[in-house]
Each structure stands twice: as structure tokens, then as C-alpha cells.
Nanobody, 130 residues
Framework: QVQLMESGGGLVQLGESLTLSCVAS????????????MGWFRQAPGKEQEGVSS???????????NYADSVKGRFTISRDNAKTTVYLQMDNLRPEDTAIYFC????????????????WGQGTQVTVSS
């Protein structure tokens, strides 16, 4: 089955940037890289998991993107098809961005609802200090 491995988290200060990466592997005929939409979610301590950003599949929707209102204008999602990797460029980070960030993959859905995703990574911690 599809496997996802996140990296790039860390400790930064207010206003700094980080880029998260998520490498996907383990594709099958039913779940190919081109047919998968990719999403980033986050969960802060004591809070529910929330969708941050998503990018649609290449095959069906041509790489359309979605962003949560809280990150619009600061975060950018992209995908490198040659590397089967999705990135989340996070600029102007704030303490409220502190969370564990998860990568997820879906077939046929590219919204920001957790229930739409089929595969999940283990997460990477992002901490923003003030």
C-alpha cells in the first residue's frame, strides 16, 4: 500500500520559514502517484486535527490547490512528480502554527477533510517560538 514519509520539521522563531517534505512510495495499479491527491494536516496539543493544504492529482484535476484560511498567503503546497514528493513551504510562521504536521494521500478527493484520505504518514513536529 502507499507509504508516506514526512521530514523537515523543527524549531524556528516567529517569522521564519520551513519546508516540509513528504515522499510517497508503495504504489499499486489502483493507487498511482499521478492519480493521488496529497494533503497536509496538522494537530496542535489539545486541538482537533485540521486540514492545512491539499493539491489534487495530476491525472484528474491537474494539480489544483486548497488552503485553510489560517495559512493562505503564507503556505505553499507543491508536488514534484519525478520525486513522488509533496512539499509544504511555510513562510512567516507563527506560534499558532506549532503542531505535528501529517501528510496524507487520497484518490478522487482533494479537499481538507480528514475522512477523504486513505493513507497517512507518521507526522513531523513543527514548533514556532515567539
Amino acid at each position: 500500500q502507499v507509504q508516506l514519509m514526512e521530514s523537515g520539521g523543527g524549531l524556528v522563531q516567529l517569522g521564519e520559514s520551513l519546508t516540509l517534505s513528504c515522499v510517497a512510495s508503495g504504489f499499486t495499479p489502483g493507487y498511482t502517484w499521478d492519480g493521488l491527491s496529497m494533503g497536509w494536516f496538522r494537530q496542535a496539543p489539545g486541538k482537533e486535527q485540521e486540514g492545512v493544504s491539499s493539491i489534487s492529482s495530476i491525472s484528474y484535476s491537474g494539480g489544483r490547490t486548497n488552503y485553510a484560511d489560517s495559512v493562505k498567503g503564507r503556505f505553499t503546497i507543491s508536488r514534484d512528480n519525478a520525486k513522488t514528493t509533496v512539499y509544504l513551504q511555510m513562510d512567516n510562521l507563527r506560534p499558532e502554527d506549532t503542531a505535528i504536521y501529517f501528510c496524507a494521500a487520497a484518490r478522487g478527493y482533494y479537499g481538507l477533510l480528514r475522512a477523504g484520505y486513505d493513507f497517512w504518514g507518521q507526522g513531523t513536529q513543527v514548533t514556532v517560538s515567539s
